[in-house]
């Protein structure tokens, strides 16, 4: 078993330094006893800062003090630099030259949070230099299979006025250890009517074989990060989706429905545009479930 960080004679004392640090901003520090005990140092913070009360959910990643910890805001709701979903606040750049491990979370909290505070509204900083220009799309927070993948051409354009439509991806499912996962690219868009929206002018030759489905704008992000929250935006629509695609896998197949969402997203820093999301269902083919049943049939005479 691996020794927590806390734990290794190279960082003795560093997590006592880090409640004592958060602490001396007259915040109350206390360990989640659940957490610890899967070898996971997390701790929660209560206090004022910037002026403003706090309350924070503090981890540490395995190989503290090199890499930075998170925070956690559970009970805010910014515009810029939290993820949506998880609740993470981001108080620097991405890089991994942002951060140092000489820092402690004290430090950063009280050199960033009022930053944070400064940016975080969905209107543009006053002061450029409080922010990195950095764009920050809804896709980055969105929880999805890394095996999967769907590529879209940056100059796809939809006009406003259409709302949904169908669409023809080029590629198709493979069965992986996670499960059946989607490698396409997004081929061709056509509106409600069938009229032709645009079309990719480039072909990937390890892609092959086609499939459709159909396609809508949503307004927001759905409030469930996972398939089932975007199927969900899907069924509320009255958008209908007849096709299916096909996969099969030894003796087994399924009937696939694939869905796609035009979201709105960061695509420059500060910057509106939209994204695609891809999200799909499958069922076992009613041909397998009719074979499987006679199967079961003939076994019992």
Not at 14 to 41: C, H, P, W, Y
Not at 82 to 103: F, H, I, V
Not at 175 to 201: C, F, H, N, P, Y
């Amino acid at each position: 078993m691996t020794v927590p960080w806390w734990k290794q004679p190279a960082n003795a004392g560093v997590l006592e330094n880090e409640i004592a640090g958060l602490e001396a901003m007259s915040g109350k520090v206390t360990r989640k006893t659940d957490a610890f005990a899967q070898g996971v140092a997390w701790l929660l913070f209560e206090g004022t800062i910037a002026g403003r009360a706090w309350r924070l959910e503090i981890v540490y990643p395995d190989n503290y003090p090199w890499f930075r910890p998170e925070f956690i805001a559970s009970d805010e709701s910014f515009d810029h630099h939290q993820n949506p979903y998880a609740k993470n606040l981001c108080l620097m750049e991405r890089t991994a030259g942002a951060w140092d491990p000489s820092w402690n979370a004290a430090r950063l909290l009280d050199e960033r949070l009022a930053d944070l505070l400064a940016t975080a509204t969905a209107a543009p900083p006053t002061t450029a230099a409080l922010e990195v220009p950095q764009a920050e799309p809804l896709g980055e927070f969105l929880a999805y299979n890394r095996q999967a993948v769907v590529f879209v051409e940056s100059g796809y354009t939809l006009p406003p006025y259409v709302t949904h439509g169908m669409f023809t991806l080029r590629g198709g499912f493979q069965m992986t250890e996670d499960g059946i996962v989607l490698r396409a690219e997004l081929k061709e868009v056509r509106g409600a009517d069938g009229q032709r929206l645009s079309t990719s002018s480039r072909s990937w030759p390890v892609l092959r074989g086609e499939m459709q489905g159909a396609w809508l704008k949503v307004a927001e992000r759905p409030e469930k990060n996972d398939a089932q929250g975007f199927l969900r935006l899907a069924r509320q629509s009255d958008v209908p989706n007849n096709r299916r695609a096909r996969f099969t896998q030894g003796n087994e197949s399924w009937d696939v429905e694939v869905w796609g969402f035009v979201l709105p997203s960061e695509t420059g820093p500060r910057t509106s545009g939209v994204e695609w999301a891809f999200a799909y269902e499958g069922q076992p083919h009613s041909g397998d479930r009719n074979q499987n049943k006679r199967t079961r049939e003939k076994r019992r005479k």
